[in-house]
């Protein structure tokens, strides 16, 4: 056996988390080393990357719109693989995942990875603790580690039998991106965390204040201020916020897929 290496865009935190346990799981049950790769910044998506036949990819994101953040379109061609299993995680806020599992199961195909294993994992949503408020928890991380556990046994028995997912084509279409950035309180301390910490790398780190172009408003900055002065004043967001909320606060499970 090779080793595990666990990627993921993460900017707020549970798509790593989730794959962070599928992972530790999958080289528990192997007997193998795990490592970890961030896709984060930019200068990481713009990396390439190879893995061997005898490795195996955990790759995680968080699910935009239904979809695979468009930001990683370009980042997936920088991977590649040579007939290499692959778990695939689409770690959405409680609303839906639609087309982005799928999406990232036929990306890596594409790259010369084997999916063999995959999971719809919920995490607190961007834009609202108010669905699935603290997640993913020991729950969702116990299905996570049973997903592990599966894969495990699947890579270890040589079977790269592709997994099979839900999805649409064609994908679900992107919605028209807004032009937004986040505000900024006096009370920012000027620390720069939150520039360290922006997946665009568009928050000027002598001045956090000033933010350039680009915003994904994935809320990295927002989520984790150490003095809360990252905040969004935003029609389109706020009217987003309370639709969600309306519409979609009953809790929903992980779904794990291993055939």
């Known amino acids: 056996m090779g080793n595990v290496h666990v990627m993921s865009f993460s900017p707020t ?33 713009a990396a390439q990357y ?3 036949p005898e490795d195996l990819l955990v790759l995680a994101y968080p ?23 692959a778990v695939v ?3 959405y806020g409680n609303r839906a995942y639609e ?9 890596l195909e594409k790259q010369g990875f084997v999916p063999i294993a995959a999971g719809a994992f919920v995490a607190e949503h961007t834009y609202t603790s108010a669905l699935a408020g603290g997640r993913p928890d020991e729950s969702d991380l116990a299905l996570a580690r049973q997903l592990g556990e599966k894969a495990a046994e699947k890579w270890q028995k040589g079977n790269k039998t592709l997994v099979k997912v839900p999805g649409n084509h064609p994908y679900k279409e992107r919605g028209a991106g807004a032009s937004r950035h986040p505000k ?25 204040k000033v933010v350039g172009e680009g915003c994904l408003a994935c809320f990295a900055c927002v989520k984790n201020c150490p003095v809360g002065a990252k905040f969004f004043e935003d029609e389109g967001l706020d009217k987003a916020k309370m639709w969600l909320e309306a519409n979609f606060q ?10």
Do not use: W
């Not at 080393?33 to 910044?41: F, I, P």
């Not at 699910?63 to 299993?85: F, I, Q």
């Open 184 to 208: 900024t309180k006096d009370s920012c301390t000027g620390c720069g965390l939150c520039a360290s910490l922006c997946p665009m790398g568009i928050i000027d780190s002598q001045d956090p």
């Open 250 to 259: 009953e809790p929903k499970t992980p779904e794990l897929f291993v055939d």
């Open 13 to 45: 935190g549970g798509s790593r988390k989730a794959a962070m346990e599928v992972g530790k799981q999958i080289a528990l049950s192997a007997g193998c080393a795990m490592g970890e790769l961030s896709l984060n910044r930019p200068d990481d998506r």
């Open 50 to 52: 190879h893995f061997g």
């Open 99 to 107: 087309d982005a599992l799928l999406e990232g199961v036929e990306r």
């Open 63 to 85: 699910v935009y719109g239904g979809r695979m953040p468009a930001l990683l379109e370009e980042t997936m061609t920088h991977l590649a693989g040579e007939n290499t299993p």
């Open 89 to 91: 995680l689409a770690v």
